[in-house]
Protein backbone atom coordinates (compact mmCIF):
# COMPACT_ATOMS: atom_id res chain seq x y z
CA UNK A 1 0.00 0.00 0.00
CA UNK A 2 1.34 3.28 -0.72
CA UNK A 3 1.68 5.83 2.29
CA UNK A 4 -0.63 7.45 3.76
CA UNK A 5 0.08 10.63 2.65
CA UNK A 6 -0.25 9.42 -1.40
CA UNK A 7 -4.03 8.52 -0.71
CA UNK A 8 -6.71 10.52 -2.47
CA UNK A 9 -8.93 9.27 -0.34
CA UNK A 10 -8.51 7.80 2.85
CA UNK A 11 -11.04 6.39 5.75
CA UNK A 12 -10.08 5.86 8.98
CA UNK A 13 -11.91 3.71 11.44
CA UNK A 14 -14.55 3.71 9.28
CA UNK A 15 -17.98 2.91 11.35
CA UNK A 16 -21.73 3.85 10.69
CA UNK A 17 -24.81 2.50 12.56
CA UNK A 18 -27.95 2.37 11.77
CA UNK A 19 -30.95 2.50 14.16
CA UNK A 20 -33.38 -0.34 13.90
CA UNK A 21 -36.73 1.06 14.56
CA UNK A 22 -38.32 1.41 18.17
CA UNK A 23 -40.68 2.45 20.48
CA UNK A 24 -42.05 6.31 20.15
CA UNK A 25 -39.79 7.17 22.20
CA UNK A 26 -36.82 5.04 21.51
CA UNK A 27 -34.16 5.16 18.94
CA UNK A 28 -34.66 1.35 18.56
CA UNK A 29 -31.01 -0.58 18.79
CA UNK A 30 -28.19 0.31 16.92
CA UNK A 31 -26.90 -2.11 14.17
CA UNK A 32 -23.33 -1.33 12.84
CA UNK A 33 -23.27 -1.66 8.93
CA UNK A 34 -19.70 -0.39 8.98
CA UNK A 35 -17.03 -1.76 11.84
CA UNK A 36 -13.48 -0.05 11.78
CA UNK A 37 -12.73 -0.23 8.36
CA UNK A 38 -9.69 1.37 6.90
CA UNK A 39 -9.43 1.94 3.35
CA UNK A 40 -7.39 3.75 0.46
CA UNK A 41 -7.99 5.05 -2.89
CA UNK A 42 -4.87 6.41 -4.43
CA UNK A 43 -4.82 8.77 -7.40
CA UNK A 44 -6.01 7.29 -10.75
CA UNK A 45 -6.67 3.85 -9.25
CA UNK A 46 -9.04 1.64 -9.20
CA UNK A 47 -10.69 -0.30 -6.31
CA UNK A 48 -12.83 -3.03 -6.32
CA UNK A 49 -15.16 -3.39 -3.29
CA UNK A 50 -16.67 -6.73 -2.85
CA UNK A 51 -18.86 -9.21 -0.69
CA UNK A 52 -22.39 -11.13 -0.48
CA UNK A 53 -25.64 -8.75 -0.58
CA UNK A 54 -25.63 -6.53 3.03
CA UNK A 55 -22.06 -6.64 4.06
CA UNK A 56 -21.70 -2.68 3.54
CA UNK A 57 -20.88 -1.60 0.22
CA UNK A 58 -23.27 0.54 -0.68
CA UNK A 59 -23.05 2.54 2.66
CA UNK A 60 -19.01 2.59 2.57
CA UNK A 61 -19.09 4.02 -0.71
CA UNK A 62 -21.80 6.78 0.44
CA UNK A 63 -19.30 7.50 3.57
CA UNK A 64 -16.22 7.69 1.20
CA UNK A 65 -18.47 10.74 -0.46
CA UNK A 66 -19.73 12.39 2.91
CA UNK A 67 -23.16 11.81 1.69
CA UNK A 68 -24.02 9.81 4.58
CA UNK A 69 -22.53 10.93 8.20
CA UNK A 70 -19.94 8.53 10.17
CA UNK A 71 -20.48 7.30 14.01
CA UNK A 72 -17.03 7.17 14.07
CA UNK A 73 -13.54 7.08 12.34
CA UNK A 74 -13.00 9.31 9.54
CA UNK A 75 -13.09 10.17 5.71
CA UNK A 76 -9.77 12.52 4.52
CA UNK A 77 -9.87 13.56 0.99
CA UNK A 78 -6.03 14.81 0.14
CA UNK A 79 -5.86 14.87 4.09
CA UNK A 80 -8.87 16.76 4.83
CA UNK A 81 -11.03 15.56 7.67
CA UNK A 82 -14.80 16.06 5.41
CA UNK A 83 -16.40 16.10 8.75
CA UNK A 84 -14.39 19.25 10.29
CA UNK A 85 -14.60 21.17 7.10
CA UNK A 86 -16.05 24.64 6.80
CA UNK A 87 -19.04 24.37 4.56
CA UNK A 88 -17.75 26.14 1.99
CA UNK A 89 -14.65 24.22 1.79
CA UNK A 90 -16.74 21.05 1.56
CA UNK A 91 -18.35 22.45 -0.80
CA UNK A 92 -15.68 22.83 -2.98
CA UNK A 93 -14.52 19.53 -2.77
CA UNK A 94 -17.75 17.85 -3.59
CA UNK A 95 -17.18 19.12 -7.39
CA UNK A 96 -14.19 16.51 -7.43
CA UNK A 97 -16.25 13.55 -5.81
CA UNK A 98 -19.09 12.12 -7.42
CA UNK A 99 -21.75 9.31 -7.17
CA UNK A 100 -22.37 6.78 -9.95
CA UNK A 101 -25.78 4.78 -8.99
CA UNK A 102 -27.06 1.18 -10.16
CA UNK A 103 -30.36 2.65 -11.24
CA UNK A 104 -29.60 5.49 -13.81
CA UNK A 105 -33.44 6.12 -14.72
CA UNK A 106 -34.12 6.22 -10.60
CA UNK A 107 -31.69 9.22 -10.32
CA UNK A 108 -32.43 10.91 -13.65
CA UNK A 109 -35.59 13.46 -13.34
CA UNK A 110 -37.45 12.26 -16.03
CA UNK A 111 -39.26 15.84 -16.96
CA UNK A 112 -36.21 17.31 -17.59
CA UNK A 113 -33.83 17.04 -20.38
CA UNK A 114 -30.57 14.79 -20.08
CA UNK A 115 -28.29 18.11 -21.26
CA UNK A 116 -30.06 20.26 -18.78
CA UNK A 117 -29.05 17.50 -15.57
CA UNK A 118 -25.99 16.72 -17.12
CA UNK A 119 -25.63 21.10 -17.07
CA UNK A 120 -26.69 21.26 -13.40
CA UNK A 121 -23.50 19.94 -11.70
CA UNK A 122 -21.40 22.90 -13.31
CA UNK A 123 -23.63 25.77 -12.62
CA UNK A 124 -24.13 24.71 -8.82
CA UNK A 125 -20.08 24.88 -8.66
CA UNK A 126 -19.78 27.92 -10.86
CA UNK A 127 -18.10 25.87 -13.68
CA UNK A 128 -19.89 27.11 -16.88
CA UNK A 129 -23.18 28.61 -17.63
CA UNK A 130 -25.20 29.02 -20.63
CA UNK A 131 -23.57 28.56 -24.27
CA UNK A 132 -20.23 27.58 -22.32
CA UNK A 133 -22.31 24.88 -20.44
CA UNK A 134 -24.26 23.36 -23.17
CA UNK A 135 -20.80 23.32 -25.77
CA UNK A 136 -19.62 21.49 -22.15
CA UNK A 137 -23.03 18.61 -22.56
CA UNK A 138 -22.01 18.36 -26.02
CA UNK A 139 -18.69 17.53 -25.39
CA UNK A 140 -19.73 15.44 -22.17
CA UNK A 141 -22.53 13.42 -24.42
CA UNK A 142 -19.64 12.71 -27.03
CA UNK A 143 -17.16 11.72 -24.81
CA UNK A 144 -19.52 8.75 -23.24
CA UNK A 145 -20.48 7.75 -26.92
CA UNK A 146 -23.72 9.35 -27.55
CA UNK A 147 -24.71 11.91 -29.84
CA UNK A 148 -24.47 15.70 -29.09
CA UNK A 149 -27.82 16.22 -30.02
CA UNK A 150 -29.81 14.50 -27.89
CA UNK A 151 -29.06 16.66 -25.12
CA UNK A 152 -32.76 18.01 -25.39
CA UNK A 153 -33.97 14.48 -25.16
CA UNK A 154 -35.64 13.19 -21.75
CA UNK A 155 -34.24 10.33 -20.02
CA UNK A 156 -37.38 7.79 -21.02
CA UNK A 157 -36.25 8.21 -24.94
CA UNK A 158 -33.00 6.43 -24.29
CA UNK A 159 -32.17 3.17 -23.63
CA UNK A 160 -31.01 1.63 -19.90
CA UNK A 161 -26.81 1.22 -20.88
CA UNK A 162 -27.86 5.27 -22.82
CA UNK A 163 -29.02 6.64 -19.69
CA UNK A 164 -25.83 4.55 -17.49
CA UNK A 165 -23.93 6.99 -20.08
CA UNK A 166 -25.63 9.82 -19.15
CA UNK A 167 -25.56 9.30 -15.46
CA UNK A 168 -21.51 9.01 -16.35
CA UNK A 169 -21.47 12.12 -18.29
CA UNK A 170 -23.49 14.10 -15.69
CA UNK A 171 -20.54 12.21 -13.26
CA UNK A 172 -18.17 14.09 -15.64
CA UNK A 173 -19.39 17.34 -15.79
CA UNK A 174 -17.96 18.63 -12.22
CA UNK A 175 -14.86 17.38 -13.68
CA UNK A 176 -13.86 15.13 -10.47
CA UNK A 177 -11.05 13.22 -9.51
CA UNK A 178 -12.76 10.84 -7.44
CA UNK A 179 -16.18 8.52 -8.59
CA UNK A 180 -17.75 6.03 -6.92
CA UNK A 181 -19.58 3.73 -8.87
CA UNK A 182 -22.24 1.67 -6.87
CA UNK A 183 -23.06 -1.76 -8.97
CA UNK A 184 -23.47 0.43 -12.17
CA UNK A 185 -23.97 -2.10 -14.83
CA UNK A 186 -25.92 -4.41 -12.36
CA UNK A 187 -29.39 -3.21 -13.74
CA UNK A 188 -28.12 -3.50 -17.49
CA UNK A 189 -28.51 -6.50 -20.19
CA UNK A 190 -25.50 -8.76 -19.75
CA UNK A 191 -24.94 -7.24 -23.63
CA UNK A 192 -24.35 -3.50 -22.32
CA UNK A 193 -22.55 -4.04 -19.48
CA UNK A 194 -19.20 -4.67 -20.88
CA UNK A 195 -19.66 -1.44 -22.81
CA UNK A 196 -20.35 0.54 -20.03
CA UNK A 197 -17.87 -0.86 -18.15
CA UNK A 198 -15.41 -0.47 -20.73
CA UNK A 199 -16.45 3.26 -21.11
CA UNK A 200 -15.85 3.51 -17.40
CA UNK A 201 -11.93 1.96 -17.65
CA UNK A 202 -11.53 4.50 -21.14
CA UNK A 203 -12.39 7.23 -19.19
CA UNK A 204 -10.40 6.48 -16.25
CA UNK A 205 -7.35 5.80 -18.48
CA UNK A 206 -8.11 8.89 -20.44
CA UNK A 207 -9.44 11.20 -17.14
CA UNK A 208 -6.48 10.08 -14.62
CA UNK A 209 -9.71 9.38 -12.60
CA UNK A 210 -10.08 7.41 -9.14
CA UNK A 211 -12.71 5.32 -8.88
CA UNK A 212 -14.36 3.04 -5.94
CA UNK A 213 -15.52 0.15 -8.44
CA UNK A 214 -19.32 -1.44 -6.15
CA UNK A 215 -19.93 -5.01 -7.35
CA UNK A 216 -20.91 -7.83 -7.39
CA UNK A 217 -19.74 -8.98 -10.55
CA UNK A 218 -15.83 -10.52 -9.78
CA UNK A 219 -15.36 -10.75 -13.68
CA UNK A 220 -15.67 -6.76 -14.00
CA UNK A 221 -13.54 -6.06 -10.67
CA UNK A 222 -10.89 -8.26 -12.30
CA UNK A 223 -11.19 -6.56 -15.24
CA UNK A 224 -11.40 -2.72 -14.42
CA UNK A 225 -10.15 -2.86 -10.57
CA UNK A 226 -6.38 -2.62 -9.36
CA UNK A 227 -6.90 -3.31 -5.93
CA UNK A 228 -9.41 -5.18 -4.36
CA UNK A 229 -11.04 -4.80 -0.78
CA UNK A 230 -13.28 -8.05 0.05
CA UNK A 231 -15.83 -7.29 2.66
CA UNK A 232 -18.19 -9.56 4.83
CA UNK A 233 -20.41 -8.09 7.33
CA UNK A 234 -19.41 -4.81 7.72
CA UNK A 235 -15.90 -5.82 7.99
CA UNK A 236 -13.22 -6.28 5.38
CA UNK A 237 -11.62 -9.71 4.94
CA UNK A 238 -8.97 -8.87 2.61
CA UNK A 239 -7.21 -6.06 0.33
CA UNK A 240 -4.76 -6.47 -2.36
CA UNK A 241 -4.13 -6.38 -6.19
CA UNK A 242 -6.52 -7.27 -8.16
CA UNK A 243 -3.91 -9.76 -10.05
CA UNK A 244 -3.06 -11.14 -7.53
CA UNK A 245 -6.19 -11.96 -5.17
CA UNK A 246 -7.54 -13.21 -8.57
CA UNK A 247 -4.36 -15.38 -8.91
CA UNK A 248 -4.25 -16.53 -5.28
CA UNK A 249 -7.08 -15.77 -2.97
CA UNK A 250 -5.88 -16.22 0.39
CA UNK A 251 -8.27 -15.61 2.93
CA UNK A 252 -11.04 -18.56 3.49
CA UNK A 253 -14.20 -15.81 2.42
CA UNK A 254 -12.42 -14.59 -0.90
CA UNK A 255 -11.45 -18.35 -1.70
CA UNK A 256 -15.36 -19.09 -0.74
CA UNK A 257 -16.58 -15.90 -2.87
CA UNK A 258 -14.33 -16.99 -6.10
CA UNK A 259 -14.95 -20.94 -5.85
CA UNK A 260 -18.67 -19.93 -6.21
CA UNK A 261 -17.74 -18.15 -10.01
CA UNK A 262 -16.91 -21.29 -11.86
CA UNK A 263 -14.62 -19.57 -14.22
CA UNK A 264 -12.57 -17.74 -11.20
CA UNK A 265 -12.31 -21.18 -9.22
CA UNK A 266 -8.96 -21.42 -8.12
CA UNK A 267 -7.38 -24.77 -8.27
CA UNK A 268 -4.57 -23.81 -6.20
CA UNK A 269 -6.35 -22.71 -2.52
CA UNK A 270 -8.25 -25.31 -0.80
CA UNK A 271 -11.96 -23.95 -0.55
CA UNK A 272 -15.33 -24.46 0.40
CA UNK A 273 -18.08 -22.98 -1.51
CA UNK A 274 -20.03 -20.79 0.86
CA UNK A 275 -22.47 -22.54 2.98
CA UNK A 276 -25.59 -21.48 4.58
CA UNK A 277 -27.26 -17.89 4.67
CA UNK A 278 -24.86 -14.67 5.75
CA UNK A 279 -25.93 -14.31 9.51
CA UNK A 280 -27.72 -11.33 10.68
CA UNK A 281 -25.22 -7.80 10.50
CA UNK A 282 -27.64 -6.67 14.01
CA UNK A 283 -26.41 -10.38 15.76
CA UNK A 284 -22.65 -10.94 14.16
CA UNK A 285 -20.60 -13.75 15.19
CA UNK A 286 -18.59 -12.98 17.97
CA UNK A 287 -14.43 -12.90 17.04
CA UNK A 288 -13.98 -13.70 13.43
CA UNK A 289 -17.48 -12.51 12.14
CA UNK A 290 -17.05 -15.25 8.99
CA UNK A 291 -16.15 -18.19 11.62
CA UNK A 292 -19.85 -19.83 11.41
CA UNK A 293 -19.71 -20.59 7.31
CA UNK A 294 -15.61 -21.19 7.55
CA UNK A 295 -14.16 -24.07 6.69
CA UNK A 296 -11.36 -23.80 8.71
CA UNK A 297 -12.31 -21.98 12.05
CA UNK A 298 -11.30 -23.21 14.96
CA UNK A 299 -12.78 -22.80 18.94
CA UNK A 300 -10.37 -19.37 19.24
CA UNK A 301 -11.64 -18.00 15.67
CA UNK A 302 -14.32 -17.08 18.08
CA UNK A 303 -12.68 -14.89 20.49
CA UNK A 304 -11.00 -12.48 19.47
CA UNK A 305 -11.92 -9.92 16.13
CA UNK A 306 -9.01 -10.68 13.40
CA UNK A 307 -7.33 -7.30 12.54
CA UNK A 308 -6.31 -6.80 8.79
CA UNK A 309 -2.59 -7.34 9.03
CA UNK A 310 0.13 -8.12 6.24
CA UNK A 311 0.00 -11.33 4.67
CA UNK A 312 3.62 -13.06 5.36
CA UNK A 313 5.35 -13.04 1.88
CA UNK A 314 2.38 -11.55 -0.32
CA UNK A 315 3.44 -7.90 -0.51
CA UNK A 316 0.98 -5.29 -0.32
CA UNK A 317 -1.38 -8.37 0.93
CA UNK A 318 -3.18 -7.94 4.17
CA UNK A 319 -5.51 -10.35 5.52
CA UNK A 320 -7.92 -10.42 8.28
CA UNK A 321 -7.81 -14.12 9.33
CA UNK A 322 -6.42 -15.54 13.06
CA UNK A 323 -4.97 -18.92 10.50
CA UNK A 324 -3.70 -16.49 7.88
CA UNK A 325 -0.14 -18.26 8.88
CA UNK A 326 -1.52 -21.81 8.69
CA UNK A 327 -3.96 -21.81 5.75
CA UNK A 328 -3.28 -24.52 3.15
N1 LIG B 1 -30.74 3.74 5.65
C1 LIG B 1 -30.62 2.58 6.29
N2 LIG B 1 -31.31 2.32 7.42
C2 LIG B 1 -31.18 1.14 8.08
N3 LIG B 1 -30.36 0.16 7.67
C3 LIG B 1 -29.66 0.34 6.54
C4 LIG B 1 -29.74 1.55 5.79
N4 LIG B 1 -28.91 1.45 4.71
C5 LIG B 1 -28.34 0.22 4.80
N5 LIG B 1 -28.78 -0.44 5.89
C6 LIG B 1 -28.37 -1.77 6.32
O1 LIG B 1 -26.95 -1.78 6.39
C7 LIG B 1 -26.44 -3.02 5.93
C8 LIG B 1 -25.48 -2.79 4.78
O2 LIG B 1 -26.23 -2.33 3.66
P1 LIG B 1 -25.55 -1.91 2.28
O3 LIG B 1 -26.64 -1.49 1.35
O4 LIG B 1 -24.45 -0.97 2.55
O5 LIG B 1 -24.94 -3.31 1.81
P2 LIG B 1 -24.46 -3.76 0.35
O6 LIG B 1 -23.28 -4.64 0.58
O7 LIG B 1 -24.28 -2.57 -0.52
O8 LIG B 1 -25.67 -4.63 -0.16
P3 LIG B 1 -26.23 -4.81 -1.67
O9 LIG B 1 -25.12 -5.51 -2.40
O10 LIG B 1 -27.44 -5.65 -1.48
O11 LIG B 1 -26.51 -3.44 -2.19
C9 LIG B 1 -27.65 -3.87 5.54
O12 LIG B 1 -27.97 -4.72 6.62
C10 LIG B 1 -28.74 -2.84 5.31
O13 LIG B 1 -30.01 -3.38 5.59
Same mark, same amino acid.
Given at each position: ?10 ? +?? *? ?10 ? $? ?11 ? *?????? +? ?15 ? =? ?27 ? =? ?26 ? %? ?45 ? *? ?5 ? $? ?30 ? %? +? @? ?5 ? *? ?29 ? #? ?22 ? %? ?15 ? $? ?23 ? @? ?6 ? #? ?9
Amino acid at each position: MNAPQDALVRG +EG *ITRAFHRRGGLF $SRGTPMLALRGID *IAVNRG +EAVGVVGESGCGKSTLG =RVMLRLLPLTDGRVLFEGEDLATLPAARL =RALRRRMQLVFQDPYGSLDPRRTVGAQI %ADGMVIHGLATGTEAADRVAALLRQVGLDPDHAKRLPHEFSGGQRQR *IAVARAL $STQPDFIVADEPVSALDVSIQAQVVNLLADLR %A +E @LGLALMF *ISHDLHVVRHLCDRVVVMYLGRVMEEGSAAE #IFRAPAHPYTRALLAATPSLRHRG %AAAAPLAGEVPSIARPP $SGCVFRTRCAFAQPRCAEAVPTLEP @LPGAGARR #IACHRAAELP
